[in-house]
């Protein structure tokens, strides 16, 4: 009987080391921290290709040309689809706010909502047209228009032999004039990823 108790004791001894080995454990880490675990796209490279990106498109001639046709005044910018062409799921809209919030904080552009939001957007001004008092509803026909709409894709290529492989990414981005379809900025960015298993 000792002896089964002994036993037995020392087999929930060892589940408990085990289970206790098995837990996860999760640790907060800043959020400009780099972080590579997958050696997939991660946020670390939405970000610093947004920020990137948007500092080549600040700086391009564009800007100082469209105020010295329109007395000064800032360009409206709206983003457009970035497509998502690489050989994994990259959630694009997360690449896009990276790139819009990078040009508010810049303050050199004015930025006007697109695709899916600006139509949730209408759907609010129609709605208040009926539902809402004459002193308060927003009037149709009031939006600022774009200037210029930013389009872009990231692609991927993908070499790898046995546990080895290099991610190549290229994101590129192009700047149209939508009045007269004139493209005035195209720029790319390049991120290498070597993965060893």
């Avoid at 990106?53 to 360009?75: C, F, R, V, Y």
């Avoid at 080895?164 to 379809?181: A, D, H, P, R």
Wanted: hydrophobic residues 35%; glycine residues 8%; proline residues 1%.
């Amino acid at each position: 009987m000792q002896i089964k108790r002994i036993a037995l004791a020392t087999i929930l001894a060892a589940s408990g080391i085990f289970i206790t080995s098995c837990g996860r454990q999760v640790t907060r880490v800043g959020i400009e921290e780099t972080i590579d675990i997958s050696g997939r796209w991660n946020n670390t490279d939405s970000r610093e290709v947004a920020e990137q990106m948007t500092s080549q498109i600040l700086s391009g001639s564009w800007i100082g040309d469209h105020q010295e046709s329109n007395a000064g005044k800032k360009p409206v910018v709206i983003v457009g689809m970035v497509q998502n062409k690489s050989h994994e799921h990259i959630d694009a809209e997360t690449f896009v706010k990276d790139v819009e919030r990078s040009f508010i904080q810049s303050q050199r552009v004015r930025l006007v909502q697109g695709g899916a939001k600006r139509e949730e957007l209408r759907a609010e001004r129609a709605d208040q047209q009926t539902n809402s008092s004459v002193s308060t509803m927003k009037k149709f026909g009031l939006e600022n228009g774009a200037d210029y709409i930013l389009q872009g894709s990231i692609n991927s290529i993908v070499d790898s032999h046995k546990k080895k492989k290099v991610v190549y990414y290229q994101v590129n981005l192009e700047l149209t004039n939508i009045q007269s379809g004139e493209v005035v900025w195209i720029g790319e960015k390049k991120i290498a990823k070597y993965v060893k298993n």
